[in-house]
């Protein structure tokens, strides 16, 4: 049955530096089916869809789409809501009042979630329609996916910047803390090692949420590498917590909390700041730093990788041919096949909704300090190409002086 009205696409939750590529590949692709009356895009996500804050992407040029797809962040804003079944049924009333036949909504676990609710109502009014989840997070935990769009991209930076602070650390040592967003999931932080080249490279130390974080073993950890080479670059995960799964920082101090009641673990540099107050104090080490990698990690404008924008459009565009060509509804789905491709299938919401997918135990290292060969090998074809860094080679020079 060919099902004819509007496509409203909608972006939720954090920004990406490819979550515009998703956009626009569905709105192109939607625009070449002749049922599709129009392309509106609910700027501000769900809020805007209950706000009628809709923008009508079918008079835009496909040139400004194409400038728009390789532009960093939401382009049509986000929104933090969280729609309960009354926020949906609201959703769902603008919908028929507006004769919107499709929605494509890109997010992460909450944004399935909404996808599966509105999608439940209009199948409870009998209201033909069909709903799409299109897959967007840095944190790569969505289930059923080999990995997530905005992830790649999230990731090259983070491995780059560790690169540099490992370089930084080289020419002058000490101990240096780096905070890697990821509440519940440590891929994330993971790629900090990356970019390790030689056998001394940091971060010589990663902490992630999957393994228990103690502070007497993290100070040990960090004693050894630094009586080992001098000095020692660690990557902690922003949601590192011990065994009992309270966060490290609310045991150290007192931090605020969202609407969620969700403790605030991004946009503050406090979890750096107080492992390194522990080092200084319980290992008498003066020359300690931390930095707290924070937004930047997100939507960093020229730090991209080519793969993740490839597999963000791609997923777009499959939105629009499931739901528009097949008449299905679903979330998106990538499959790694081979070394290195991907397939998309259309998964059961239920799979993904409300559910956090975390790292394998076979990509953390034994003693839960560090990533194993398997996680690199894992993560190196998502990064496209790579960033490459040198360090002199050149002999030493024979003393005359001080022999």
């Known amino acids: ?57 079918t008079q835009e040029t496909t040139h400004n789409l194409e400038r728009v797809a390789v532009t960093p962040s939401s382009a049509l804003s986000s929104t933090r809501d969280k729609p309960d079944q009354k926020y949906c049924e609201e959703i769902f009333k603008v919908f028929k009042a507006h004769d919107v036949r499709y929605f494509f909504y890109i997010g992460g676990n909450d944004s399935s979630d909404t ?7 209009a199948e409870r ?52 803390i780096g905070v890697v967003m990821g509440r519940h999931a440590g891929f994330l932080t993971a790629a900090a090692a990356a970019a390790r080249k030689n056998i001394d ?41 011990d065994a009992s799964g309270t966060p490290i920082l609310a045991k150290l101090m007192e931090t605020e909390r969202d609407a969620h009641g969700n403790m605030q673990l991004s946009g503050t540099g406090a979890l750096g700041e107080q492992l390194a107050n522990q080092i200084k104090e319980k290992l008498g080490l003066k020359r300690v730093r931390s930095d707290t990698l924070g937004y930047l990690q997100r939507s ?15 997923v777009g565009e499959k939105a629009a041919q499931f739901a528009i060509w097949h008449n299905v509804d679903g979330s998106i789905t990538i499959h790694r096949t081979g070394d290195y491709s991907v397939d998309y299938r259309l998964t059961n919401l239920k799979e993904i909704a409300a559910k956090t997918r975390l790292m394998p135990d076979s990509f953390i290292n034994k003693a839960g300090n560090n990533v194993s060969d398997a996680f690199i090998h894992y993560l190196r074809p998502l990064l496209g190409a790579e960033t490459h860094y040198a360090s002199l080679r050149a002999p030493l020079a024979q003393k005359i002086l001080n022999k």
């Open 115 to 121: 996808v599966r609710i509105v999608n439940e109502e």
């Open 201 to 241: 490279d940091g971060p010589h130390l990663v902490y992630v949420p999957e393994r228990a974080f103690e502070i007497d073993n993290f100070l040990s950890d960090v004693k050894a590498m630094y009586d080992k080479h001098g000095r020692c670059l660690v990557a902690v995960s922003e949601g590192i917590q």
């Open 300 to 314: 960093f404008l020229g730090c991209v990788s080519e793969v993740d924008q490839q597999e963000a459009r791609e």
């Open 1 to 57: 049955m060919e099902l004819k009205g509007k496509v409203v696409v909608a972006q939720g939750g954090g920004p990406t530096a490819v979550i515009n590529q998703s956009l626009v590949g569905a709105v192109l692709e939607s625009r070449k089916f002749p049922q599709i009356t129009q392309v509106y895009g609910a700027v501000g996500g769900v809020r805007g869809i209950v706000d009628e804050h809709f923008m009508d992407l």
């Open 125 to 176: 009014s009998k209201y033909e329609f069909r709903a799409i989840h299109i897959p967007k997070t840095i944190d790569n935990d969505l289930m059923v996916n080999d990995h997530t769009p905005g992830f790649p991209s999230a990731a090259k930076f983070v491995s780059q910047a560790f690169a540099g602070l490992n370089l930084d650390n080289r020419a002058l040592p000490g101990v240096h």
